[in-house]
T-cell receptor, first 112, second 113 residues
Framework: TQLLEQSPQFLSIQEGENLTVYCNSS?????LQWYRQEPGEGPVLLVT?????EVKKLKRLTFQFGDARKDSSLHITAAQPGDTGLYLC????????????FGAGTQVVVTP | DTEVTQTPKHLVMGMTNKKSLKCEQH?????MYWYKQKAKKPPELMFV???????INESVPSRFSPECPNSSLLNLHLHALQPEDSALYLC????????????FGSGTQLSVL
């Protein structure tokens, strides 16, 4: 089993502040996905990173994939209350076709 | 249509009941999934269907029985559940099944009394 560790587990910030969520593993992943989940809803994909060293931007969200494809980060600039949610990283290891493994998640709360 | 529709949204059942969860997608996806999610935890994979055949069963107890009648539908039959089975059950689909974007439904919040 290729474990994905997320940190921090919980993050509470004021509107306008920046935040970074980390997703780390000792294993190599062919790709990593980031999802956001709101209460009572299923996770929604934000981005997929595939190439080591890749950086992707989605408005105020910046995603990085580590050079060795073992870690990833999500940075949110000028957070807004609408960014509140459970952020999950997920990856499929080389020996687990079809099995998307999720990290434990980071609960982000942005207060006005 | 980019939706995965799950019914019912909420379900309360006794330990002797038999019930079914339903999931439907019309995106032409050929892989469909059942996940179980406890509060404040990540989704845990239960079953994967690929081209209407069960390809992955993550050692799920037999009181959970999946069924894929056709490429658009996925059911989860429940029988003799335990209170610890109470959770959010999520259905998801993807184009073919490996390393792809998953489209999730809103889930069925199940309570077993």
């Amino acid at each position: 089993t290729q474990l994905l560790e997320q940190s921090p587990q919980f993050l509470s910030i004021q509107e306008g502040e920046n935040l970074t969520v980390y997703c780390n593993s000792s294993s190599v992943f062919s790709s990593l996905q980031w999802y956001r989940q709101e209460p009572g809803e299923g996770p929604v994909l934000l981005v997929t990173v595939v190439t080591g060293g890749e950086v992707k931007k989605l408005k105020r969200l910046t995603f990085q994939f580590g050079d060795a494809r073992k870690d990833s980060s999500l940075h949110i600039t000028a957070a807004q209350p609408g960014d509140t949610g459970l952020y999950l990283c997920a990856g499929e290891g080389s020996d687990s076709w079809g099995k998307l493994q999720f990290g434990a998640g980071t609960q982000v709360v942005v207060t006005p | 249509d980019t939706e995965v529709t799950q019914t019912p949204k909420h379900l309360v059942m006794g330990m002797t009941n038999k019930k079914s969860l339903k999931c439907e997608q019309h995106m032409g996806h050929r892989a469909m999934y059942w996940y179980k999610q406890k509060a404040k935890k990540p989704p845990e994979l239960m079953f994967v269907y690929s081209y209407e055949k069960l390809s992955i069963n993550e050692s799920v107890p037999s009181r959970f029985s999946p069924e894929c009648p056709n490429s658009s539908l996925l059911n989860l039959h429940l029988h003799a559940l335990q209170p610890e089975d109470s959770a959010l059950y999520l259905c998801a689909s993807s184009l073919q099944g490996s390393g792809e974007k998953l489209f999730f439904g809103s889930g069925t919040q199940l309570s077993v009394l």
